[in-house]
């Protein structure tokens, strides 16, 4: 029950870090993907509505025709396919998404 009193702030973060501006600097991508890496699927347990309205900003960032890097393209598309994973990194998307990383 602790929790219950972040969700609504800790979301609202997220929703900050996924608007158009912020999601034309790396900084702020790998910090939104990162905070969904960590808390995203508590956070859906809690409240899937804003879950899903996340995910809306996300996909449209991702899609829309905006200032993204490449990078940042990558780390949008990555979290987009882990939470359709059910929170989980599937052996493909490891593979693809961090082939470049040396053990």
Same mark, same amino acid.
């Given at each position: 029950?602790?929790m219950?009193?972040?969700?609504?702030?800790?979301?609202?973060? #997220?929703?900050? *870090?996924?608007?158009?501006?912020?999601?034309?600097?790396?900084?702020?991508?790998?910090?939104?993907?990162?905070?969904?890496?960590?808390? =995203?699927?508590?956070?859906?347990k809690?409240?899937?509505?804003?879950?899903?309205?996340?995910?809306? #900003?996300?996909?449209? =960032?991702?899609? #829309?025709?905006?200032?993204?890097?490449?990078?940042?393209? *990558?780390?949008?598309?990555?979290?987009?396919?882990?939470?359709?994973? =059910?929170?989980?990194?599937?052996?493909?998307?490891?593979?693809?998404?961090?082939?470049?990383?040396?053990?």
């Amino acid at each position: 029950m602790p929790m219950m009193a972040l969700v609504n702030p800790v979301y609202d973060c #997220l929703f900050r *870090l996924a608007q158009p501006d912020s999601l034309s600097e790396e900084e702020e991508v790998d910090c939104l993907v990162l905070q969904l890496h960590r808390v =995203g699927e508590q956070l859906e347990k809690m409240n899937r509505q804003r879950m899903d309205e996340l995910f809306v #900003l996300i996909r449209d =960032g991702f899609l #829309l025709p905006t200032s993204l890097s490449s990078l940042a393209q *990558l780390l949008l598309l990555e979290i987009i396919e882990f939470r359709a994973a =059910g929170w989980k990194t599937t052996p493909a998307a490891h593979k693809y998404y961090y082939s470049e990383v040396s053990d």
